[in-house]
C-alpha cells in the first residue's frame, strides 16, 4: 500500500500533504450510492485540491447507476484513490452510510494520518479549502472536528440555521484522529443524525468543534429531499429532532422561525408535525440521557441569548449564538 511520503506530485503540480510541513497527514472517505450527477465535480474538486491525502477511499454503496464507471476513470492516473464497491442491500437507511464508511476505514490499516475526513459524493470545494482546514488543527491541538458553513442553491448554513459554529456539517466534516477514535467512530443509527451525533459526542468529551465561515463547500443536492419533496423532508427533520432528543421548547422556537421561510407557515407546521407525532409515539431515541442532557442545555443557552438579543433590539448572529 502507497504511504503519503512515497506519491509525487500528480500533472497538476499538487503535492502530497507529506510534504507539506505545516499541516497534517490526511485521510478522506467517501461512501457514494447513485451519485453519477454529481461525482465527478467532488473528485475534480479533491485532484485539484493544493495538499492531496495520503489515501482517498471512495465507496460505492450498492450504486445501480454509473457511480463505480465514473470513478474507475479516475484511479489509473491517481494511485492515492481506491474503490471499494458493496452489494445492492434492500433497506436503505442512514445506518448504510456508517457501514461504508467502515468499509473504506479496512483500507486505511498500516496508513499513518493523524486527520481522517468524511466528505460527500455530492459536494465541490475550493482547491486550498482542505489546506485551509488542515492548518486550523495544527494551529490548535483541542480541535478534535474542523469544517466550514455550506451552502446550496438559496440557503446558507451561515445564515439560515442555528446550529451555530459549533456544528460541523456532515458533508464534509475532518477528524482529529485520536478524536475519532475516542468518541468511537460514527454510530450507525437508522434514523439518522450520525454526523450530528459524532461531533455533539466531541463536544460533550472536551473537544473542540468548528465550523469555519472563511470558507465553505457547496452542496449540489438540497439536504433531505435526494427522495422527498420540501414538506416531507422538514417532517423527518421534525422528527429527527425528537430523535435526537431536542428540547421541547426550543422546538417550538424553530418552528416559528422556519413558518417565516418558505414554504411559508406550511414549512413550519411539517417540521412541528414531525417532532409532535414522533413525541406522541415516544419513538425509542438513539442518543445516551448523557448526551441528551448536554444537548438540551446548549439549546437552552442559545435560546435565551436569543430572546435576550431580540428584547434589546440586538441584531443576532445565528452563526455565532453561542460564545468561545
Not at 450527477?37 to 454503496?61: G, M, R
Not at 422527498?228 to 428540547?247: F, K, Q, V
Not at 442518543?287 to 439549546?299: C, D, I, K, P, T
Request: net charge positive; glycine share 10%.
Amino acid at each position: 500500500m502507497t504511504s503519503g511520503t512515497d506519491i509525487e506530485a500528480n500533472s497538476s503540480g499538487r503535492t502530497n500533504v507529506g510534504e507539506h510541513q505545516l499541516c497534517p497527514p490526511y485521510v478522506l472517505i467517501t461512501p457514494a450510492h447513485n451519485e453519477e450527477a454529481f461525482i465527478a465535480q467532488t473528485i475534480e474538486s479533491v485532484i485539484n485540491q493544493t495538499v492531496l491525502p495520503v489515501k482517498w477511499v471512495i465507496v460505492d454503496d450498492g450504486s445501480t447507476d454509473s457511480t463505480a464507471a465514473i470513478v474507475s476513470r479516475y484511479l489509473p492516473k491517481y494511485p492515492w484513490m481506491e474503490m471499494v464497491q458493496r452489494s445492492p442491500r434492500q433497506d436503505r437507511n442512514f445506518a448504510g452510510k456508517v457501514h461504508a464508511f467502515n468499509a473504506g476505514c479496512e483500507r486505511l490499516k498500516g496508513l499513518e494520518y493523524e486527520i481522517i475526513g468524511n466528505l460527500d459524493a455530492d459536494v465541490s470545494i475550493e482547491a486550498d479549502y482542505l489546506e485551509f482546514l488542515l492548518r486550523r488543527f495544527t494551529e490548535d491541538e483541542r480541535l478534535g472536528v474542523g469544517g466550514t458553513i455550506f451552502i446550496e442553491e438559496g440557503y446558507s448554513s451561515e445564515r439560515h440555521s442555528f446550529e451555530g459554529h459549533y456544528h460541523v456539517a456532515g458533508g464534509c466534516q475532518l477528524f482529529r484522529r485520536r478524536c475519532f477514535e475516542e468518541i468511537g467512530g460514527f454510530k450507525p443509527n437508522k434514523g439518522g443524525g450520525v454526523d450530528w451525533v459524532a461531533v455533539t459526542t466531541a463536544r460533550m468529551m472536551g473537544w473542540k468543534t468548528r465550523a469555519f465561515r472563511e470558507k465553505r463547500f457547496f452542496h449540489h443536492r438540497h439536504l433531505g429531499t435526494a427522495k422527498r419533496g420540501a414538506l416531507a423532508a422538514l417532517y423527518d427533520y421534525g422528527e429527527r429532532d425528537y430523535y435526537l432528543g431536542g428540547h421541547p421548547v426550543w422546538e417550538l422556537f424553530r418552528v416559528a422561525y422556519r413558518m417565516t421561510k418558505r414554504p411559508y407557515i406550511f414549512g413550519g407546521l411539517s417540521l412541528g408535525l414531525g417532532y409532535g407525532w414522533a413525541m406522541v409515539r415516544r419513538i425509542d431515541r438513539s442518543v445516551s440521557n448523557e448526551l441528551m442532557a448536554f444537548h438540551r442545555g446548549e439549546q437552552m443557552r442559545k435560546l435565551g441569548i436569543i430572546l435576550k438579543s431580540l428584547l434589546t433590539f440586538r441584531r443576532v448572529d445565528s452563526f455565532k449564538v453561542l460564545p468561545d
